[in-house]
């Protein structure tokens, strides 16, 4: 058994800054990718960025240059870093983790969702 807990989301202002966390424990053996989807409104929920075991890093183009994907291992924790927040930033936030346990097959993990709501 695997849980993703989240934490970090809220409301701020436009221009203003949320660090996302997310710590994943149970029975792991490694974490291939982690990363953070989003779900706004009315939309379906849409990849925002990730993060490989190796630290290489994707980003949709939306948050390019204002968001930053980062994770410690040895925590089994990843972390977005969201600066420049913009009103169509505000979603619900999902973690995603792809985990190798220690018994079992290889299978995708996904936290209960935080809310980050950008407004004036």
């Known amino acids: 058994q695997v849980q993703l807990v989240e934490s970090g989301g809220g409301l701020v202002q436009p221009g203003g800054s949320l660090r996302l966390s997310c710590a994943a424990s149970?029975?792991?053996?490694?974490?291939?990718?982690m990363g953070w989807y989003r779900q706004g409104p009315e939309k379906q929920r849409e990849l925002v960025a990730r993060?490989?075991?190796?630290?290489?890093?994707n980003y949709a183009d939306s948050v390019k240059g204002r968001f930053t994907i980062s994770r410690d291992n040895a925590k089994n924790t990843v972390y977005l870093q969201m600066n420049s927040l913009k009103p169509e930033d505000t979603a619900l936030y999902y973690c995603?983790?792809?985990?190798?346990?220690?018994?079992?097959?290889?299978?995708?993990?996904w936290g209960q969702g935080t809310q980050v709501t950008v407004s004036s």
């Open positions: 995603h983790a792809e985990v190798f346990p220690w018994s079992g097959a290889r299978d995708n993990y």
């Open positions: 149970g029975s792991i053996m490694s974490i291939n990718v």
């Open positions: 993060i490989t075991s190796g630290g290489s890093t």
